[in-house]
């Protein structure tokens, strides 16, 4: 195995993971929500009326963000798909079916969940963590790395 040393960033890990840090802590603090994002996709797709405000703005700033960072530094996000599109469409729908499965995503709790010390946060990651390893191995060591 080698490493590619061009790609070894950590100042810019440190600071995106210091900015989803503070994100979540304000989005704690500030609004008392967890900033998980599937909860708050998904409470765009049957919102109610108090609620549907903030979470089309959260996802909009998502999206706007992604945007601009395309825009104006396209090579910080440049990426080559190496696997199908019905592969990923199949990947898609997993995920999601795991995030309702386990009520809620690695944001709400990976980041927000761990963080609060919660022990159902703490197994549910590791779970998600543990399928990640296991499906990385299939593809990589059964079906040649590609689907």
Do not use: K, Y
């Not at 210091?18 to 765009?44: E, H, Y």
């Amino acid at each position: 195995m080698t490493i590619d040393l061009e790609s070894f960033t950590p100042f810019a890990a440190l600071a995106g993971g210091a900015l989803i840090g503070v994100s979540a802590s304000m989005m704690l603090l500030l609004n008392g929500r967890v900033a998980g994002v599937s909860g708050i996709v998904g409470g765009c797709l049957t919102p109610m009326r108090s609620e549907g405000a903030w979470r089309v703005t959260f996802v909009a700033g998502l999206v706007v963000g992604g945007l601009l960072l395309m825009l104006f530094a396209p090579q910080a996000i440049s990426f080559a798909l190496d696997r199908s599109i019905p592969a990923l469409a199949v990947a898609g729908l997993l995920v999601g079916f795991g995030t309702r499965l386990g009520s809620g995503c690695t944001s709400g709790h990976g980041v927000c969940g761990l963080s609060r010390g919660s022990i159902r946060s703490l197994v549910a990651t590791l779970t998600f963590m543990a399928a990640g390893f296991a499906t990385a191995a299939v593809v990589t060591h059964v079906f040649g790395g590609s689907l």
